[in-house]
């Protein structure tokens, strides 16, 4: 059986990343062990510690920096993160400095909003609705 139990989200300085998915996005640190000239960084949420993992992944590969340059000029996000309110968390994360491209948005089923982490990466914050 396949499962999903880490993911990684390419990042241009691991400890400007780490420090903006644990203090600014509330993750929490998992793992951190040297990984030649880089760390295997990981990341989870304190809702699910023992779920899915992110790793924070040195975007050193040739090909990452342009890939994550493009995905940012055309506003699309790296990946998405779920919560429970995405106008209430908007609103906690501009009160600590955090940067939207897009405000919360009402699509029909689900209401959507899109920060900058920092790191070089656009990432959408996601509610469905009940």
Not at 53 to 68: M, Q, S, T, Y
């Amino acid at each position: 059986m396949i499962r999903v139990s880490i993911t990684s989200v390419f990042v241009d300085d691991q400890a400007k990343a780490l420090a903006f998915y644990t203090e600014k996005l509330g993750f929490t640190k998992k793992t951190d062990q040297p990984a030649g000239e880089f760390r295997w960084l990981t990341v989870v949420s304190p809702a699910d510690p023992d779920g899915v993992e992110l790793l924070l992944e040195p975007d050193a590969h040739p090909a990452a920096r342009p890939f994550k340059e493009a995905l940012v000029a055309d506003g699309i996000p790296f990946t998405q993160f779920t919560v429970d309110d995405v106008h209430a968390e908007v609103e906690r994360l501009k009160g600590l400095g955090v940067e939207f491209t897009q405000e919360a948005t009402d699509l029909g089923p689900v209401v959507t909003a899109v920060l900058d982490d920092t790191c070089g990466n656009l990432i959408q914050l996601a509610a469905l609705k009940e």
